[in-house]
């Protein structure tokens, strides 16, 4: 496994499920079998703020990071062109940034458990964001979630407008008008 490899081998793609999936699991233990109890309520509030606030950073990231600036740009515009390759984040790169650029400014600017629960929230976020993105690309559409997530990205892909940055929501597309005027409010039935 390369740390800083743009394409992942199946194992090194599983590894960044795990550790990212093992990252989500060890900091809600942590928050449930150890954090204050009186802050339980606080607590969970802020690890869905992370989880909401996973979607914006996703949104901002997607649409002005990866289709914007030097050499991001360029990095995603491979996975444009290679859709199927198993191209992504290196997990080192991941990992550092919620670190870096969550946690420790949560820890600084407030206590421990907060910045656990935010960073819980987001790292919750940021794993589903990776598995659905990998659904998109590489499953048969099961349920009609899945049907329409495919549909939408299919759309950012080969769409003749910019649009579609969420991979997990179309929320903030909708709020900053960068859902095309012709994608349909709901996908058809059939397979996609």
Do not use: N
């Not at 960044?16 to 150890?34: E, F, K, Q, S």
């Not at 589903?128 to 659904?135: R, V």
């Not at 909708?174 to 409010?185: C, I, L, M, R, Y």
């Amino acid at each position: 496994m390369r740390p800083f490899a743009l394409e992942h081998s199946p194992a090194g793609f599983r590894a960044d499920i795990l550790l990212h999936g093992a990252a989500t699991v060890a900091l809600a233990a942590v928050l449930l079998l150890g954090g204050p109890r009186p802050r339980a309520l606080e607590l969970a509030a802020l690890a869905l703020a992370g989880l909401g606030g996973w979607t914006l950073v996703e949104y901002v990231v997607h649409r002005f990071v990866l289709h914007g600036v030097p050499p991001f740009r360029g990095w995603h515009m491979q996975h444009h062109q290679r859709p199927h390759a198993l191209l992504g984040t290196p997990t080192v790169v991941s990992i550092a940034a919620i670190g870096l650029l969550l946690f420790l400014p949560a820890l600084l600017l407030g206590d421990l458990w907060r910045a656990c629960a935010l960073t819980l929230g987001l790292t919750a976020g940021y794993l589903a964001y990776t598995l659905t993105h990998h659904a998109t690309h590489h499953r048969a559409a099961r349920s009609p979630w899945l049907a329409h997530r495919k549909h939408w990205h299919a759309t950012h892909h080969h769409g003749k407008q910019p649009g579609c940055y969420g991979v997990t929501s179309g929320f903030w597309d909708v709020v900053f008008g960068t859902t095309p005027k012709t994608f349909p409010s709901r996908p058809a039935r059939g397979p996609v």
